[in-house]
């Protein structure tokens, strides 16, 4: 078994080697190749995500990303590494679970994941220019192929997870070609799957329940925006971006990355929170190497730091622990 390791810009970087010391721990065997992306190595070369990287990404079938910095406007010849590297591997899917975690900042009883379609809609970033720059034009783009595989992903994660509904969240009813698409081919798929419950809700209201009742929400399948913005909106239930994990899957691949960035506003002072690409390590170990038991201990190590009030800075404030500090606890949990 091998992973490839991309740290990334800012607090990657600080975070991502506490979630490899602790698949050192539970998985001793497992071999480690490090790759290089982001907007440091932009910066240093010219390239944001060099072939070589994605050479030993697809080598190595598994990945473990940290967080790249990209800047809000266009720089010639950037792209976001992990939106590339996503595309590359063909990944189609991003699940962004949302559980309870023992932390002041989450609240009890929302257990939910987001299931994100990861290759298309207006997140590719197909955008043109026109009027020399006043008007800018993106192209949202929604396919039956992918639609079916994102659904079916959906309801197969919802049966193996014992869940009960699945709701299909979109803007049909301003966007008929492309969301309306989306949820007329979701209906379609959801008739293979008779044993879990289906309903639909627009993204906007959507948003108003899940800051209001985010129990209500089980599975959430959406197009790759509304997916982006709903998975930051449930993380804050969960306690917050520092808790928060993803997987990226594919045909045989996978890429865990937290769903948080880069962080520069704490980036280098060593308390940004590792839990989050911890658990998106243990996601990586359950689904992608198919190993639960081992991936319920790192779990269940998680959360016996967090209900012992072991927090970092994004938690507790300025007494909270470093982030090498809560790595030495999850792995004294690990023993
Ligand atoms: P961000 O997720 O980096 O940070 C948002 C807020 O959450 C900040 O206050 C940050 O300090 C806090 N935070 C995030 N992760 C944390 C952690 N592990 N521990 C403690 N606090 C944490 O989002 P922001 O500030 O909008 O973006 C910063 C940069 O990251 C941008 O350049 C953006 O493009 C990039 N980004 C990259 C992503 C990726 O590589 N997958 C995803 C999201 C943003
Ligand atoms: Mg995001």
């Known amino acids: 078994m091998k992973l490839c390791v991309i740290e990334g810009d800012g607090i990657g970087r600080e975070v991502v080697p506490a979630a490899v010391r602790v698949l050192r721990q539970v998985i001793p065997d497992l071999e480690f190749v490090s790759a290089e992306a982001g907007w440091d190595r932009f910066q240093l070369t010219g390239e944001a995500l060099p072939e070589e990287t994605v050479a030993r990404a697809k080598d190595a079938g598994a990945v473990l990303f940290g967080a790249c910095s990209s800047p809000s406007y266009q720089v010639e010849g950037y792209a976001s590494p992990i939106v590339s590297l996503r595309k590359r591997m063909e990944t189609f899917a991003n699940l962004r679970p949302t559980r309870f975690l023992p932390v002041p900042t989450a609240r009890e009883g929302v257990n939910l994941v ?188 998680v959360n016996a730091a967090l209900s012992k009030g072991d927090y970092t800075a994004d938690i507790l404030g300025a007494n909270g622990m470093s982030t090498d500090q809560f790595a030495d606890v999850i792995c004294e949990q690990l023993g």
Not at 172 to 192: C, H, I, K, M, W
Not at 196 to 221: N, S
């Open 114 to 301: 987001v299931v994100r379609e990861n290759t298309e809609d207006l997140y590719v970033g197909d955008e043109q220019t026109a009027d020399a720059g006043d008007t800018g034009t993106a192209t949202k783009r929604i396919t039956r192929r992918a639609t079916e595989r994102i659904a079916h992903t959906a309801f197969r994660l919802a049966r193996n997870e014992k869940r009960r509904l699945v709701t299909i969240v979109h803007k049909g009813n301003v966007l008929p070609q492309t969301d309306g698409l989306f949820r007329r081919v979701a209906y379609e798929v959801a008739s293979a799957y008779r044993d879990i419950e289906t309903d639909e809700l627009l993204v906007d209201t959507a948003a108003y329940w899940m800051v209001k009742e985010p129990a209500r929400f089980d599975v959430v399948l959406t197009p790759n925006l509304y997916g982006d913005i709903l998975s930051d909106m449930a993380a804050a239930w969960g306690g917050g971006l520092g808790l928060a994990p993803a997987l990226n899957i594919g045909a045989e691949v996978a890429i865990a990355e937290p769903i948080h960035g880069s962080a520069p506003d704490i980036a280098g002072q060593g308390i940004a929170n590792p839990t989050a690409v911890i658990l998106s390590a243990a996601m990586l170990v359950r689904h992608h190497w198919n190993l639960p038991e081992i991936a319920d201990r790192i779990d269940a190590a």
